[in-house]
């Protein structure tokens, strides 16, 4: 609004027209949605919204017995959807969800495929050159899973072991550069979700599991013998876990931000954690028992999308 009243007022200043002419296309611009983007046109267009999710990142977004995608990451996108709704005044707002791989999530917000990806994907500057995230709901590190009867403690203890993540995360990034800086002769191996990566430990195909501790202990609970498992070491990265969407929807990104903001400081927000961190919830009924750390408690004083990259 205010780089358009800076060019309304050059205009009258400095052309010939007429300024009713010049206050008219103004509005015609502002009325017309001049401040929306591709995602906020597409949803207009089709009353729907598509919410990229993930199959394995529990409690964060993953499916339940029944194939439904759950977790703490999609109940806040549902209410960003709601958000999106009131604001474009739609009677209805039909969310959709589209499965997303830690390896293709990035591209199908890129693409258009899906309108906001609602899973565990870190806000860092790398990414932020092709997408935008939306205030961190969940502060993370990436530590190590392994079997609850190995001797390994630390990230050293792997030194010419098996070292297994997830392909296209952050942690892979980190482990792989580590690996390479400490000569510690890691083997590093991919895997193509979490699932995957909790079965090569489990069946001895790898030592251990680098991810963020908050999947790590949601992969635990899920399995049938979660006592097989433990988490150990100190955080590799600090993860600023956020909702992802495309950087052309400068409008879209604020009703996120103030919906993001309304929730936290009405603790809104806070009831959410609770249901996936500290409650029973599915498919075993297990509660992580995971209170909020500090850091995020102390990034919700004030909210903000900027992190540190």
């Not at 072991?161 to 690996?179: E, W, Y």
């Not at 069946?203 to 899920?222: N, Q, T």
């Not at 006592?227 to 600090?238: E, Q």
């Amino acid at each position: 609004m205010i780089l358009l009243l800076s060019v309304l007022e050059i205009a009258l200043s400095t052309t010939g027209l007429p300024r009713s002419l010049i206050l008219a296309v103004c509005f015609a611009v502002l009325s017309g949605g001049a401040w929306s983007g591709p995602t906020l046109d597409r949803i207009k267009k089709t009353g729907t919204i598509t919410i990229g999710h993930r199959e394995s990142s529990d409690p964060l977004s993953y499916l339940d017995a029944n194939k439904k995608p759950v977790g703490y990451a999609v109940d806040l996108c549902l209410k960003l959807t709601e958000a999106v709704r009131k604001s474009l005044q739609l009677k209805t707002l039909t969310p959709k969800f589209a499965l997303v791989t830690s390896a293709d999530r990035i591209e199908k917000v890129v693409k258009g495929e899906v309108d906001m990806e609602c899973g565990s994907t870190t806000n860092n500057a790398e990414r932020r050159k092709q997408v935008a995230f939306t205030i961190p709901h969940f502060i993370t590190g990436a530590r190590y899973m392994v079997r609850a009867d190995s001797n390994i403690a630390a990230l050293v203890d792997f030194e010419g072991k098996k070292l297994v993540s997830t392909k296209g995360s952050t942690p892979l990034n980190a482990v792989t550069r580590a690996n390479t800086e400490r000569l510690l002769r890691i083997q590093i191996l991919e895997a193509p979700d979490h699932a995957k990566a909790v079965e090569m430990v489990e069946k001895g195909d790898a030592d251990g599991f680098v991810m963020d501790d908050v999947l790590l202990y949601g992969r635990i609970a899920s399995r049938p013998d979660p006592a097989k498992f433990k988490v150990v070491g100190k955080f590799l990265t600090i993860e600023p876990l956020a909702i992802m969407f495309s950087k052309d929807d400068p409008e879209l990104k604020k009703i996120f931000d103030d919906e993001m903001k309304r929730m936290i400081y009405s603790r809104e927000a806070y009831e959410i954690y609770d249901r996936w961190f500290m409650k029973p919830i599915p498919p075993k009924g297990l509660a992580l028992g995971m209170s909020m750390n500090y850091l995020l408690k102390d990034f919700w004083k004030y909210p903000t999308d900027q992190v540190p990259n």
